[in-house]
């Protein structure tokens, strides 16, 4: 099914839903019952032929037909057991007691009375930035469930106890009563689909190629269709939060997840790896986090990443609304909420324990990651040398290279000298504009805006990046007073330079992997920027690295970059892999894809030209 078809898919079920939902809920249950009967028909003309085939062994000769039909029915019995046995692999991280947390298991026993919902079986403590619930089948495609939630670490550092409340009450209430019961089956029946397609996609026999094709028209429309469920739930669950805890608790939650993810994603674990400039030994990430969680984020920065969030749009890559679209169901404004000041650790009975336990992990997870970033930070370090001993002797491109290296190093490096050098004697170079309206400070909007219009002026492989910046800058209240006229023409110019972008990404995309393709052209600093960003992401085990090349756009710096990604299933790859693309450091846009049935492994090693990182053991 092509993205245009499952969005058609999804669309007609938010119709239906909102026009009746009853019936909705009821089609929805029906198709999702289409799956079961598919195995169990299987299973049903598996065994069927054998008893047929076995009742005729003693009045009639055995023939070939019969030993093909005998062949074939155990096959599909085989198929079909294997299907109706998958297991669902459990949630990582450790197992908490009611001895490790006891006031966290009061809290859950709390949350469960007034919800009147089923028991949640099993604790987990995790090192994600998260909190999620999950029911895994206790005997394949049937049978109870077992409820499991899982808490992360970082997430009871930077929380108070009421707000971590608020999203365990909201994780509960997938859980909740009979009206609950349908999205937590749907939900159940969603990840066995995906664990048997996954099984089933290892198998080359006939009957795996037939229940392959079945499910390769079942599932997407199985998605589209549950789609409208799957976002009421998380609504729903919203509400039964705000109902236990407040409203303005949950929002108050859910704004402040918000703006401490971007400071956890974008702040803490930057400034971590940096220490390997100094420390060649991995330190432990979770006591250094402990220590920072106690100072409120920058007034600056939790302004734009609040402002960020909403503008975010929902869209049909995740099932849950973005954060304006809840804030709104639960009647509250987006604002900066008071910050948690008493983390929701002492909700454990020992928390240094679990502190050590997961530094200790993250220790011995990145030891060898970390000694290439020590290397790699050791590097940029020797060429920054290099570059300063040349002094004013460097062209443009090595005073940019200059700058853009110490700032990899500190971010907060006093390099703008550098860029101005450099402009000095090339007015027009893209690198050095771009690094000098970063260098200036936001509240200096006109200096900003003058120097987003050389950018924008240079050449069209800049007009995007300066059009985005100069509309962030004007719609920021703090940067200044309101200019209606600049802000409308940079949309315009914005709006065009999108629909550039979206052809380029169309035909990065749309194109066969391997058609138009090249040896990368990186150069040496930006490999290592490169291999870096893998040293940092730990599933990523090998990574190939090709570029596009456009018909419609031959100066735009285009790749597509292959990973392999093992022991993950195909929904955490595709997550994994759009974050990539949003977090790489290369200089154009990118198309990150695993290694898997399309493209194969074989496929990638054959024509993506080798490697160019492969993690150390």
Request: some cysteine; proline content about 5%.
């Amino acid at each position: 099914m092509d993205r245009a078809d499952f969005v058609h898919l999804v669309r007609l079920s938010e119709h239906a839903s909102a026009d009746n939902s009853a019936r909705y809920r009821r089609s929805v249950a029906a198709f999702a019952a289409l799956g079961y009967l598919w195995v169990l028909g299987c299973l049903g003309l598996s065994v069927g032929i054998l008893v047929w085939v076995g009742s005729s062994l003693g009045r009639e000769r055995f023939s070939v037909s019969r030993g093909w039909l005998l062949v074939f029915a155990l096959g599909l019995l085989w198929a079909t057991v294997r299907a109706l046995w998958v297991r669902l692999d459990e949630p990582e991280g450790k197992e908490l007691s009611r001895a490790d947390a006891p006031a966290l298991f009061e809290a859950l026993d709390r949350i469960r009375g007034k919800i009147k919902g089923p028991p949640v079986h099993r604790v987990y403590l995790d090192d994600d930035f998260n909190a999620s619930i999950r029911q895994v089948p206790r005997f394949g495609l049937f049978g109870g469930a077992v409820n499991s939630l899982s808490i992360g670490l970082p997430l009871l550092m930077m929380l108070n106890r009421q707000r971590l409340l608020s999203v365990l009450a909201h994780e509960y209430g997938h859980l909740r009563g009979n009206h609950g019961k349908l999205s937590a089956w749907i939900y159940r029946t969603r990840l066995s689909w995906l664990k048997l397609d996954a099984s089933l996609q290892q198998d080359e026999g006939v009957m795996a190629l037939v229940s392959q094709a079945f499910f390769r028209w079942y599932f997407p429309r199985f998605a589209a269709k549950t789609f409208a469920l799957a976002r009421q739930d998380e609504y729903e669950a919203d509400r039964i939060s705000g109902r236990l805890l407040g409203s303005a608790v949950a929002a108050a939650a859910l704004t402040e997840i918000a703006i401490k993810g971007n400071w956890y994603a974008n702040e803490f674990w930057p400034s971590h790896w940096a220490r390997a400039e100094l420390e060649p030994q991995a330190p432990g990430p979770f006591a250094a986090l402990r220590k920072l969680a106690h100072t409120p984020p920058d007034d600056a920065f939790a302004r734009q990443a609040l402002r960020e969030a909403m503008r975010r749009v929902s869209d049909l890559d995740d099932t849950h609304p973005v954060l304006r679209d809840r804030l709104e169901a639960l009647g509250q404004k987006a604002v900066l909420p008071p910050w948690s000041e008493r983390p929701a650790l002492d909700l454990l009975a020992d928390s240094a324990k679990w502190i050590g336990h997961f530094d200790n992990l993250w220790r011995r997870a990145h030891a060898s990651d970390w000694k290439q970033h020590h290397a790699h930070r050791s590097r940029i370090r020797e060429r920054i040398a290099v570059l300063a001993a040349r002094g004013e002797r460097n062209t443009p491109d090595e005073m940019v290279e200059w700058a853009d290296s110490e700032r990899r190093l500190d971010p907060a490096a006093p390099v703008r000298v550098r860029y101005e050098s450099a402009l000095r004697i090339a007015p027009e170079h893209p690198g050095a504009l771009r690094g000098l309206v970063q260098m200036l400070p936001e509240s200096d909007r006109a200096a900003r805006l003058a120097v987003l219009e050389r950018l924008h002026q240079s050449g069209a492989a800049s007009r995007w990046w300066a059009a985005r910046s100069a509309v962030a800058s004007l719609e920021d209240p703090d940067a200044g007073s309101h200019d209606e006229e600049a802000l409308r023409l940079w949309r315009g110019r914005l709006k065009e330079a999108e629909e550039a972008e979206a052809r380029a990404w169309e035909e990065i995309t749309e194109t066969p992997f391997f058609s138009q393709i090249t040896r990368h052209d990186l150069n040496d600093y930006e490999l290592e920027e490169l291999r870096a960003d893998f040293v940092r992401c730990l599933p990523v085990s090998r990574a190939w690295l090709v570029r596009k090349s456009l018909r419609e756009f031959p100066w735009r710096r285009a790749y597509i970059v292959f990973v392999e990604l093992p022991g993950q299933d195909d929904d955490d790859r595709w997550q994994l892999c759009r974050q990539l693309e949003q977090t790489l450091t290369l200089p154009g846009a990118a198309l990150v894809l695993w290694a898997g049935h399309s493209p194969t492994l074989a496929d990638i090693e054959q024509h993506a030209f080798g490697a160019v990182w492969t993690r150390e053991a």
